[in-house]
């Protein structure tokens, strides 16, 4: 049950597990919507030192060529890669923007 | 191989040749010979299991449940204030749909303390989803250790094996002990097709709400439906393994009763001796016991009741500001197919005898009534 | 790049923490460390909500929900089980708040502890009964306001000393953690996955909602714990105390208390309070630091 993005709908009684059991992740949740901030990194000015990575609570940054990159469907808008980052390259911006 | 033993000790026999293989218990008079017999099979190597001393029975019934979501086989066995303690998740392993079995010593409810017998503490427990069967002597409880795990892993719904205190846990009676092959063969390892499994794993009990929780509890009903269905299949099934049988009542001389005693536990191997004294006086008695209160045998009750001028139902336990509880299961059962008066007589709490005489006695009362003039009556009690 | 934590993630995002959540960061890094070979109980606490509700859960791997007081003694029951049909490899976890560990569970907690049995037990410290909306626990440290202690009644007991509870009980390992030093808590987890017996992880996980701070200062407080000497990181290995995130200088206790709502109400002489007694409790763990 990797992070599958599906969603699952039950009709009846019988589509349902004996027991509470999951069936599927919350991966199909985006919690992006939560944010009113987003992060904006600065790849110019970021050296890859992982710790945005390490600390956010929601596994939401995802590396791309060894490039950070926030996963916008999950980032709920924390702000502590921004406060954590030592380069200070990543500004929290409104959302909408 | 014929042994004589307690009942706590048929327990743990029942236990040991189940092949359980994950004990917690935490001790509470009378059930302790139960464990630390337990203890010693477990210590000379003739049980493979693993026995949690846990520190509370909340915690015993923790544990369990624990132990069964990982798919193994799981014991446990207490009594009154124990039982209570384990209540939250009396309810919790019935919801998980764990096959877990326990033995309840029929122990009186504190205050004040009281080690003796009566059944409030496990009738107490009905609403919670687990089975309860009610055993009369010492060779039907071990019988009933391995016939509730043949039923709890088909049905996914978790069994209580009731007895009484001292009256049974402490009195030794002829045990049969079936050969461990026997047993083996009636009695096939215990394969959970939904255990916590790091292959495939899931997440269980998570949060549910109103649009599927009921559903749950549906399924919760069809399961105990089913267990009917099973503990029925099974009495024959046991009875073709082993030469026993046990059904969900076992009527004694109702067919032409005028009167019908109904009955369980102890109390009604005494009520059949006390049967078969009014019959040579000419008396039309008969005895139904109660051995299976959850899932309830509605038809059997029905069937063995239809014939009956007057019913009384003697409890051994009530339910304060109404009547008897096994009088409320029985009569409800009946309302609606028979217009039979029920008579309820609360009988033996807090462990006081119950003799032949007092179902005499208690005859002869209903005799002179055409139909019941008070909710209940009380037995023997001083005014 | 380089890493200091395995890449993979044992967690899904998508999951109900809120922002900025410290128990979201513990669990996501200690599940780097205790790899796909691991089963989770969990009593009632945030992380109750945090997995996500039926159908879905965040986790990959096993988890069974359970009532509150009973973490310890249900992981004890899944280790037996596991240990019975010869899967005792498998780690065992029972992961519960503040709560469910030192106030109702903490009879379930001693009766693991005492009978050593095989498993991890993990506390989530976001100081306050969190998920049923920021009541006081036994782990509310001195000074905080809750709902349950107003203002006018701030909590005037002492933060309850689980980690010297535990070691009453000479467990084989313990040890205390930060959300601020992923590091150190993923190596005292490797290290403790190879030891035998009961092994007690007490991770302090700053919670915005309840310590009325700002969700991008949670890993900044659970450094400023650590670096005032609130929250010393230590372990105790075999009964030997080593502290693992050494603080030379310890920071006046205002750095940290004066970025969270819930110690706003403290008075000068309150923080002159506070101070004596993180530096008397200070104190008195280096003397085991030492020994």
Known sequence: MAKDRKKIEFQKIGDLPPMVQSQRSMAANPTGSWRNLKPVINQANCIQCTICWKFCPDAAIDWVEDNPVINMDFCKGCGICAEECPKKCIEMVKEGK | ?383 | ?291
């Open chain 3, 1 to 291: 790049m380089k890493p200091t934590l395995p890449l993979e993630e044992l967690m899904s995002p998508g999951h109900l923490a809120c922002q900025g959540c410290g128990a979201g960061i513990a669990m996501r890094v200690s599940l780097k460390a205790l790899g796909r070979d691991t089963m989770f109980t969990f009593p009632a606490c945030c992380w109750t909500v945090i997995d996500g509700p039926f159908p879905y859960s965040c986790l990959e791997v096993p988890l069974l929900h359970m009532a509150f007081e009973a973490t310890a003694a249900t992981a004890a029951g899944i280790k037996a089980a596991m240990n019975a049909l010869g899967k005792d490899k498998t780690t065992i976890c029972g992961w519960a708040g503040d709560g469910g560990t030192f106030d109702i569970g903490l009879q379930a907690l001693s009766g693991a502890a005492e009978r050593n049995d095989d498993i991890f037990y993990f506390c989530y410290d976001n100081e306050a009964y969190m998920n049923t909306g920021i009541q006081r626990s036994g782990a509310t440290p001195y000074g905080a306001w809750t709902t349950t202690t107003p203002v006018k009644h701030f909590k005037k007991e002492l933060k309850k000393s689980i980690d010297d509870i535990v070691a009453a009980h000479k467990v084989p390992y313990q040890a205390t953690a930060s959300v601020a030093y992923p590091e150190d808590l993923y190596k005292k987890l490797v290290k403790a996955k190879d030891i035998r017996g009961f092994k007690f992880i007490h991770i302090i996980a700053p919670c915005p909602p309840g310590w009325k701070a700002r969700p991008e200062d949670t890993v900044k407080l659970a450094r400023l714990a650590v670096q005032t000497g609130i929250f010393p990181v230590y372990e105790v290995d075999g009964g030997k105390y080593v502290q693992t995130m050494k603080t030379p200088t310890r920071k006046p206790v205002l750095d940290y208390l004066k970025l969270q709502g819930r110690f706003k109400h403290l008075k000068e002489n309150e923080v002159a309070d506070i101070q004596k007694m993180v530096d008397t409790r200070y104190a008195e763990l280096e003397k085991r630091f030492q020994g």
């Open chain 2, 1 to 383: 191989m014929k042994k004589v033993m307690m009942g706590n000790h048929a327990i743990s026999h029942g236990a040991t040749l189940a092949r359980v293989q994950v004990i917690a218990a935490y001790p509470i008079t009378p059930q302790t010979q139960v464990v630390e017999l337990l203890s010693e099979i477990v210590a000379d190597g003739k049980l493979k299991a693993e026995y949690i001393k846990v520190e509370s029975e909340h915690s015993a019934m923790a544990a369990c449940i624990g132990a069964s979501s990982a798919g193994a086989r799981a014991f446990t066995a207490t009594s009154s204030q124990g039982l209570a303690l384990m209540h939250e998740l009396l309810h919790w392993a019935a919801g998980a749909r764990l096959p877990i079995v326990m033995a309840d010593i029929n122990r009186a409810m504190g205050p004040p303390w009281n080690i003796w017998t009566d059944q409030n503490d496990s009738l107490s427990q009905r609403d919670t989803g687990w089975m309860q069967f009610y055993c009369q002597s010492n060779q039907e409880v071990l019988d009933s250790v391995i016939m509730a795990y043949k039923v709890t892993e088909k049905v996914l719904m978790p069994a209580m094996i009731v007895l009484d205190a001292f009256s049974l846990s402490h009195t030794y009676e002829i045990v049969d002990l079936p050969d461990q092959a026997v047993v083996d063969k009636y009695l096939p390892p215990f394969d959970f097709k939904y255990k916590l499994n790091v292959n495939d794993p899931h997440t269980y009990g998570g949060l549910t709400t109103p649009e599927w929780y009921m559903e749950f509890r549906v399924k919760m009903q069809e399961a105990m439906e089913q267990a009917l269905v099973e503990i029925k299949k099974e009495a024959v099934e046991f009875e073709k393994a082993f030469g026993r049988r046990y059904d969900p009542v076992e009527p004694y001389m109702v067919d032409d009763a005028d009167i019908v005693l109904v009955t369980s536990g102890t109390a009604a191997s005494t009520a059949r001796f006390a049967v078969d004294q009014m019959r040579k006086k000419g008396k039309k008695v008969g005895n139904l016991r109660m051995r299976l209160l959850r899932p309830f045998p509605f038809a059997d009750v029905r069937e063995h009741l239809k014939n009956a001028k007057k019913v009384i139902i003697v409890d051994r336990n009530i339910s304060y500001g109404y009547h008897g509880i096994w009088a409320q299961e029985v009569k409800s059962a009946l309302y609606g197919h028979s217009k039979v008066p029920v008579f309820n007589f609360i009988a033996g709490l807090g462990g006081r005898d119950i003799f032949p005489e007092t179902f005499v006695d208690i005859v002869n009362k209903v005799k002179k009534l055409k139909k019941p003039d008070q909710e209940l009556y009380w037995v023997e009690v001083k005014q």
